[in-house]
């Protein structure tokens, strides 16, 4: 292919730094080994209370699959069992307990993301996990506990190995 | 050039027609040129939508190019209203110096234009007869995508050694985040903002997205607001609780690359065949580099017959395929199925159920679809069972 | 896959919304998915309209497809409304078997996709420096065009052997009629019925058109309805008092391709550039075969650097062309000029008034065209003199 | 290129064989040598009566360019020299006089094409011919003698011999 007659320079000087505060601000995700997870706490019991007021209009009383009723949203809760599960929920195949901090506090409620206090999120993720039957009713949920949490489906997570070629697997 | 000028009255009454005039019914002219184009009025080719998605008519379309009003969608929370002069991209984390890009800034970069194929990778759908190929596998459609390489940015905000995964986040309402192997950011990746000609559409992520060629169409992340770069991922929920399925007793994780696979769009139902000469046509693509060869079966799998691929093949691009078929009017079933660079086959559904099991989900299935030729012609999807 | 359903009512009051949240102001979901598509309302590309024509916003555009939308029209007698059903293509005079076809016949045959430019002869306007892109050249377009070729047809109805000529008649009320050369039939002409992926618009001939890659856009008939074959050209109004130009002390007539010509449209008026690091982008185009070379000179034609084009480069299409470009705020011209592949380089104005004469008339001009590069970033054309 | 593995037919039997009455309804055009010329005749004092009847409300009183007159319509009279001319007309540029025929005949009046009659067509054509002084007014202009009308810019054309390659013409 032809190509510019101009070499490209080591900078094109375009956009600028981006501020501490700026980054702050957005960086909002939580890994796995707990960074990103902010000060704060909660455990199962606040939590209820959240998820009662904030969450159950659409996904359900308690989370669980409720016979006869359609859900507007997935079900969360479950037993921990992978093999025959009916629905993946966080108790039979989520694997790190994190995500749910993350995903609840930049995704939910549905509607007003983004709206609930740090408290929230970890009261309502101490909710979820305890109705999961993963941690106990009094377990204080922080940015200490939180990545120390074994998901059982953790176990189950491989890596596609595909590379193409003529296998199909 | 002469221009009629909006002055001329209707001076021709209509009872100037006489009685030997040439042609057909009285002629007059129609609507002048105007600032915008629109279908005909008999075309009326939409998607389908339901309350997550929307999918792309395969069957209506020609050609290789999706109209990019009829792009599919896969939505985690609506389409965003982005102003553009507002909207910035921050690159941060594992790199030597953070920064921010406005769009224009991001205009300014060395631009690369590229057609190829995005497709969700819960793209199957089956269960009856009377299913188009809009319902079977419309999550797909493709582009002529331009923008920057991601690997232009990652020079210019320098990446360290250790930064193997990158977070790429969404400024829609459900900030939609997945985690991207860096080399993928080397190789090919791109930040697109122009789709099909003109600034990219508000529902395909107005007014950036990302662009993996080949990768499933979730990671392509739309509205596109962050990157984080990091030495491991990030497992967000679309990672782990989604686009993750059951293969054997395992779960299987990080499937990026959306497997070989092709339909033939025509005849397809609801279309009717009439006996004699058709074109059997459809779409083929691989996530893995380039289609080398679409074959088609006129009698049920029985033999396979090498189809005509429309040049130019591009890598990561659906590609047209075409094969001559004289239908004698007897009841049969056609298929396709492709071959790409790497020597994959598209497999049947029953391969993959053979090596994934029957509980295997919803994601990464690329089976071989047939359709069932009635003696009246109908054209009939010919559902298989996961058991 | 989850949905939201209808039935969620708006449960979350907004006094929910708490000060130590993480992000920017209350967000909430946009609209779901759609059946059609539409442009952000950022965007807002439009044709130029005359009475008679409607340019492309060249200046506008990313990449090589133009959106159907905005494709360029000329008309001699505005757009018919043709019922797909209704309308029929007769080909007759020099041929063993005249025949009609429905477009339901014409979609049965072995069909091509192929992706190339239509231009208009005129399309060229200079005279003050406050001109776009758009109205200096915007009668040009590309799409990507399926359907089948012309020499298909011919084989069906048996072209005898002195028919040298075609007669291409459209359906519109002018029912504009262009004499071709028979072996351009033979070679790369096409009826198409497809455009950029579904049904052609009807400004560009739904549901037909007849297709002549590189050839003047007048020629390839829109609306076709009839194909007579010649042992001699039918010297229609369009190939005698149009089309045709002076040159020198006489008038040139069937000049039918279209010359190399490229035109860089960014930057370009009214956009302004800003010092630094910059990229010239522009499109390229032949109707004599491939771009082989675009260069661009940014010291108003002291010094010209090759550009890169954009592969694929694609024979008689729009080819994409880039230059990396550091401005450093002084006054200059920018240009570019495109070699085709049979080694014709585009000429400046002055070449072309030095052979033909002042008195050149409009058709066939492809002059290199400049911009004018004021300190304060702005961007003029630079009109010039045909004395 | 791959191809088909399903050789051409000789025919791909679609579409049908055109009548002769089809053909004959639409085959309207009109060759130099006169060929598609229907029955019929004109004269220029006829066709002068058609012309401001049908014509001159938007090529003008007589079809020649008026001074402070914007037509909406090109101008279709003038005197018959080429070299100088302001504007092509059919005196000083058209090449035949069969194209005047078949323009008018298939797309004129603009705003009810083939709403004349084959004698109206053939009249105005002398009308035109004659106000561009190229026949005479009592001219009758038919099939027979319209093909022989010799045009005054006939000699002017050249074919384009330009095939591409370095030089600029
Ligand atoms: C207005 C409806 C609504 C409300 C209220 C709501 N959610 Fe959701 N939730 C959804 C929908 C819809 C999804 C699926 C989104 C998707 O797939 O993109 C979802 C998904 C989730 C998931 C991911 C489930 C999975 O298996 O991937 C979690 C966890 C969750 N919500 C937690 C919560 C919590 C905690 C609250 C309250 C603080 C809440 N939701 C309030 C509608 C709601
Ligand atoms: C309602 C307006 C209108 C009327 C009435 C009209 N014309 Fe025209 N005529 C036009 C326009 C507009 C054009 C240019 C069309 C184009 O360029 O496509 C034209 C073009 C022509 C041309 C071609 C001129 C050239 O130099 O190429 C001829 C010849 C002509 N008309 C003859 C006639 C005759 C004869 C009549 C009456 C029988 C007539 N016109 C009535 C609007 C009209
Ligand atoms: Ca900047
Ligand atoms: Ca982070
Ligand atoms: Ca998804
Ligand atoms: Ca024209
Ligand atoms: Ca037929
Ligand atoms: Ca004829
Ligand atoms: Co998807
Ligand atoms: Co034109």
């Not at chain 1, 070499?7 to 080994?33: H, Y």
């Not at chain 2, 007793?249 to 279309?271: C, G, H, L, V, W």
Request: aromatic letters at 10%; glycine letters at 8%; a positive charge.
């Amino acid at each position: 292919p032809l190509t510019d007659t101009v070499p490209w320079p080591t900078t094109f000087n375009l956009g600028r730094a981006a501020t501490a505060a700026e980054i702050k601000s957005w960086d909002i995700d939580v890994s796995p080994n707990g960074r990103g997870l902010p000060a704060g706490q909660g455990t199962a019991i606040t939590g209820k209370i959240v998820y009662q007021t904030k969450c159950a209009a659409c996904h359900g009383k308690t989370g669980e699959a409720e016979a006869g009723v359609k859900l507007p949203a997935p079900v969360l809760v479950s037993d921990t069992v992978f093999v025959g599960r009916k629905t993946n929920t966080i108790g039979n195949y989520w694997p790190y307990a994190t995500t749910i901090f993350d995903y609840v506090r930049r995704a939910m409620p549905y509607h007003a993301p983004q709206s609930l206090t740090n408290n929230e999120v970890y009261a309502v993720t101490a909710y979820l996990l305890n109705a999961n039957r993963i941690v106990k009713a009094d377990a204080v949920i922080n940015a200490n506990t939180l990545p120390r949490v074994v998901m059982p489906a953790r176990k189950y997570y491989v890596d596609d190995d595909r590379k193409g070629g003529a296998e199909v697997k | 050039q002469t221009s009629l000028g909006k002055t001329i009255q209707p001076v021709l009454p209509a009872s100037w027609r006489k009685s030997d005039t040439p042609a057909d019914d009285l002629i007059t002219p129609g609507p002048g040129p105007s600032k915008l184009g629109g279908r005909s009025p008999y075309e009326k080719p939409v998607r389908l939508p339901s309350d997550i998605s929307s999918r792309t008519p395969l069957q209506d379309l020609l050609g290789t190019i999706t109209p990019s009003d009829l792009h599919y969608e896969r939505h985690h929370a609506g389409v965003p209203n982005i102003d553009p002069e507002k909207h910035e991209l921050l690159i941060h984390g594992m790199v030597n110096k953070p920064m921010k890009f406005t769009l224009r800034d991001l205009k300014r970069f060395p631009s690369v234009t590229r057609t190829c194929f995005l497709e969700c990778s819960g793209n199957f759908r089956s269960g009856k007869e009377t299913m188009t190929a809009q319902e079977i596998c419309g999550l797909t459609s493709q582009s002529e995508w331009t923008g920057v390489m991601l690997s232009t940015l990652f020079r210019e905000v320098g990446i360290k050694p250790k930064a193997n995964w990158f977070l790429a986040e969404g400024a829609d309402a459900a900030y939609l985040t997945r985690s991207i192997p860096t080399s993928k950011g080397w190789d090919d990746a791109m930040i697109v903002y122009g789709q099909n000609g003109e600034a990219i559409r508000p529902e395909q992520g107005y007014p950036i997205r990302l662009l993996l060629p080949g990768w499933e169409g979730n990671m392509n992340v739309k509205w596109l607001r962050r990157i984080e770069l990091s030495d491991q991922p990030f497992m967000t929920r679309e990672e782990t609780s989604k686009y993750t399925y059951a293969v054997k007793d395992k779960i299987r994780q990080f499937s990026f690359e959306m497997d070989a696979r092709s339909i033939i769009t025509s005849p397809s139902y609801p279309a009717k065949v009439e006996p004699g000469w058709n074109e059997i046509r459809g779409l083929a693509w691989t996530g893995r580099g380039k289609v080398t060869k679409v074959e088609v079966t006129i009698d049920a799998g029985r033999t396979w017959q090498l189809a005509q691929l429309q040049e130019p093949v591009l890598s990561k691009a659906h590609t047209y395929f075409r094969l001559l078929w004289y239908w004698d009017g007897s009841v049969t079933e056609i298929a396709s199925r492709v071959t790409d660079e790497t020597g994959y086959t598209q497999p049947t559904l029953k391969q993959l159920v053979d090596y994934r099991g029957a509980d295997m989900g919803g994601y990464h299935l690329n089976p071989i679809t047939s359709w069932l030729i009635k003696r009246d012609g109908s054209v009939l999807f010919k559902p298989e069972s996961r058991k």
